[in-house]
């Protein structure tokens, strides 16, 4: 019953902003870790940024630290990935994941602890 629906992807050039959105239904949406992860063609799909089932506390892949940033508002059963300085690297299908979290602080950068996917988005970034 769970559903996730990205929103938000689109063409971009290097150096501008886009903001993904995250839709969820059918979850306890407080009690989930929730991630982005991205997948380009011919690539394995990768970690790009996670939070907290609070939204205290993130993590964000190496390549994306100090451009990307990941946010949830459990009051609207939200999760964002706000794109800044986009580079033509950035280049990838974008998808919204989630995970049971039962204590609030485990581990969030591990694909296979994700057991809900959204659709995904399309992000494509020229130069």
């Known amino acids: 019953q769970v559903r996730l629906v990205e929103s938000g992807g689109g063409l971009a050039q290097t150096g501008d902003s886009l903001r993904l959105s995250c839709a969820a239904s059918?979850?306890?949406?407080?009690?989930?870790?929730m991630a982005w992860f991205r997948q380009a063609p011919g690539k394995e799909r990768e970690f790009v940024a996670a939070?907290?089932?609070?939204?205290?506390?993130?993590n964000h892949a190496e390549s994306v630290k100090g451009r990307f940033a990941i946010s949830k508002d459990n009051a609207e059963n939200m999760v964002y990935l706000q794109m800044n300085s986009l580079k033509p690297e950035d280049t990838a299908v974008y998808y919204c994941?989630?995970?049971?979290?039962?204590?609030?602080?485990?581990?969030?950068?591990?694909?296979?602890?994700?057991?809900?996917w959204g659709q995904g988005t399309q992000v494509t970034v020229s130069s």
């Open positions: 994941a989630a995970r049971r979290s039962f204590s609030g602080s485990e581990e969030m950068t591990r694909i296979y602890d994700y057991t809900n």
């Open positions: 059918g979850l306890t949406f407080s009690m989930y870790g």
């Open positions: 939070v907290s089932r609070s939204g205290a506390s993130t």
